[in-house]
């Protein structure tokens, strides 16, 4: 099984500023099949990236993905009101399990 | 478009089995390539895989829960059915199911979720 370890756990950053989002993978993911999720309170995890870094269909170009082989980033280059959210990685390349990483939590300073 | 909903009992005794209806619409199970699976969050938690169906009757489940879990489909009444027994006060979450195009891939719409609680 292929474990995912998101950092930070928290990240408390102003609007306006830069995200980057840790995933690091405890073997290989295969051919990059690595997604990124957005979940806010309450409500089902949204697709942001797929095949490391690729938007889904409706996703602002402030976020963009990156990576290979273990580590993988997640990067919001200009924070919104609505990103303050957690974030997701996920392999899907191994399966099964497929795994995702515990969570990133992007907090308002 | 596309959409899906988790539909079950919101209140379960251990040892009892739970089963989990997806009801989706906008797609088909028979077309290549699709899949739809289970996804769990228990209460201010990560997210935890469970297993996942193909059009072609492709299934995949948890290793840790392989024991416990079933998934079928069907597809003219466009459902898909977890069951997962012997449940556990742990089994407490939030379930989920989702869509993907695509073998593997990622999941690209997601249910609102249904959350189930396991007591006596």
């Known amino acids: 099984e292929i474990v995912l370890t998101q950092s930070p756990g928290t990240l408390s950053l102003s609007p306006g500023e830069r995200a980057t989002l840790s995933c690091r993978a405890s073997q290989s993911v295969s051919s990059s099949y690595l997604a990124w999720y957005q979940q806010k309170p309450g409500q089902a995890p949204r697709l942001l990236i797929y095949g490391a870094s690729s938007r889904a269909t409706g996703i602002p170009d402030r976020f963009s993905g990156s990576g290979s082989g273990t580590d993988f980033t997640l990067t919001i280059s200009r924070l919104e009101p609505e990103d303050f959210a957690v974030y997701y990685c996920?392999?899907?390349?191994?399966?099964?399990?497929?795994?995702f990483g515990q969570g990133t939590k992007v907090e308002i300073k | 478009q596309i959409t899906l909903k988790e539909s079950g009992p919101t209140l379960v005794k251990p040892t009892q089995t739970l089963t989990l209806t997806c009801t989706f619409s906008g797609f088909s199970l028979s077309t290549s390539g699709v899949g739809v699976g289970w996804i769990r969050q228990p209460p201010g938690k990560a997210l935890e895989w469970l297993a996942l169906i193909y059009w072609d009757d492709d299934k995949r489940y948890s290793p840790s829960l392989k024991s416990r879990l079933t998934i079928t489909k069907d597809t003219s009444k466009n459902q898909v059915v977890l069951t997962m027994t012997n449940m556990d006060p742990v089994d407490t979450a939030t379930y989920y199911c989702?869509?993907?195009?695509?073998?593997?891939?990622?999941?690209?719409?997601w249910g609102q979720g249904t959350l189930v609680t396991v007591s006596s």
């Open positions: 989702a869509h993907r195009r695509g073998r593997p891939n990622s999941f690209d719409y």
């Open positions: 996920q392999q899907y390349g191994s399966s099964p399990p497929e795994t």
